[in-house]
């Protein structure tokens, strides 16, 4: 993408999100403007519009903030395309969300003048991602969704599940991938959640879901998802994943159900003869947060590369807590106390690790700039968009 677009395109989305509730506004007129002149693509949402609004800030500040990173925004755009096929998009509704898109910006009340070189940047930046994805849905000759029968469904706390499923056929994914759920409960509301398991050839596939209070998807799964339930999953997106190619031991460093991509990834390297080393920062807020320490340090015990060390930011498990002791196991490393940010960083720089973080917005953030300032370099940090 050409250097000058780039950059205007990065200075007018940066101008909107110092308005106050700027890119919440944005994401408003866009969909206000693309459902009054495209009245078909009401059907690709669900009723409730208030997750797909944050999705689509999050979704584009991920791509402006990685255009000169042209392999690593191109491999996105083209898994990007591919899950898209699941609404049975077309090459003309990709041409619809363009127009919109930059209608709703030169609308904004923004300090940024809209001029004819501001436009033409915005079309060409948003010509190159509707072409990738375009093509990479288009030359995609596997299923567009792959349905799928729940055969477990174990509650592990009040508001953490692991739910088991069976697709209708085999799914090709890399530990440390995530994929899009629609449960029959909550139509067109898409959740995006990561499996907790390698890929294999019966196609079971795990994920491990806990009910964000006030969501719309995550407490029906945990609440009332039932054996024999048909789910919908969407092909496998994210950029997560051990790289053996360039030799370096791996930092992996997970907050709650985030653990999941981690533990798949981990999974699938103990079937390996030899292996990189692994140092797994698992953490919560709470003991019992740690709801899968148990599995994780089995894993440590019986393979040597990897090392899990627990970290949570309380020492005792909240008065409501009524569940089994998260007392640590024999011979595990001791449990750290603090912001795992900060508790990583204490460590050093482990400027010779390649780092994923998988958790919230704020844990991802906050652990990034904790590492930067202990001298980590930033390229070696990788996390996906959080949804």
């Not at 096929?85 to 030169?106: C, T």
């Not at 692991?162 to 090709?172: C, Y």
């Not at 994929?179 to 067109?188: A, G, I, M």
């Not at 690790?353 to 370099?377: C, W």
Request: charge should be negative.
């Amino acid at each position: 993408m050409d250097s000058q677009a780039i950059s205007l395109v990065r200075s007018s989305f940066k101008a909107i999100a110092a308005v106050p509730d700027g890119p919440q506004t944005l994401s408003g007129s866009f969909y206000a403007l693309l459902f009054a002149r495209y009245p078909e693509t009401r059907d690709f949402f669900p009723a409730a519009m208030d997750v797909q609004r944050d999705r689509l800030i999050s979704a584009v500040q991920y791509v402006i903030d990685r255009l000169e990173q042209s392999g690593q925004i191109l491999t996105y755009l083209a898994q990007l395309g591919r899950d898209h096929r699941k609404y049975g998009v077309q090459d003309a509704h990709y041409v619809a969300v363009g127009n919109s898109l930059i209608a709703a910006v030169e609308q904004f009340p923004s300090t940024e003048p809209w001029t004819d070189e501001l436009e033409q940047a915005w079309r060409d930046v948003l010509s190159v991602i509707a072409a990738t994805m375009m093509d990479a849905a288009n030359a995609e000759s596997g299923p567009p969704a792959w349905g799928a029968t729940v055969i477990e469904h174990l509650p592990v706390r009040k508001d953490i599940s692991v739910v088991r499923l069976r697709l209708d056929e085999p799914m090709s994914y890399n530990p440390g991938q995530y994929v899009s759920v629609q449960v029959p409960s909550r139509p067109r509301m898409w959740r995006y959640l990561s499996p907790a398991n390698p890929p294999n050839d019966e196609g079971i596939i795990e994920f491990h879901i806990r009910r964000v209070s006030g969501g719309w998807v995550s407490p029906a799964i945990v609440t009332q998802t039932q054996v024999g339930e048909r789910w919908v999953v969407g092909s496998p997106l994210g950029d997560l994943g051990v790289r053996f190619e360039n030799g370096r031991d791996a930092l992996m460093i997970g907050s709650g159900t985030g653990i999941a991509p981690l533990r798949a990834q981990i999974l699938d390297m103990a079937r390996r003869p030899q292996n990189l080393r692994v140092h797994l920062f698992f953490a919560g807020r709470y003991p019992c947060d740690l709801y899968d320490l148990g599995t994780l340090w089995a894993l440590a015990e019986q393979n040597p590369w990897l090392t899990v060390v627990p970290v949570t930011e309380e020492d005792e498990d909240p008065w409501w807590y009524t569940g089994p002791s998260s007392a640590a196991l024999p011979g595990m490393h001791r449990r750290l106390t603090g912001k795992v940010g900060q508790v990583v960083a204490d460590f050093g720089t482990w400027s010779e690790r390649d780092i994923q973080l998988v958790g919230s917005e704020a844990m991802i953030n906050t652990t990034k700039f904790r590492l930067q300032a202990a001298g980590t370099p930033p390229e070696n940090i990788r996390h996906d968009p959080s949804y």
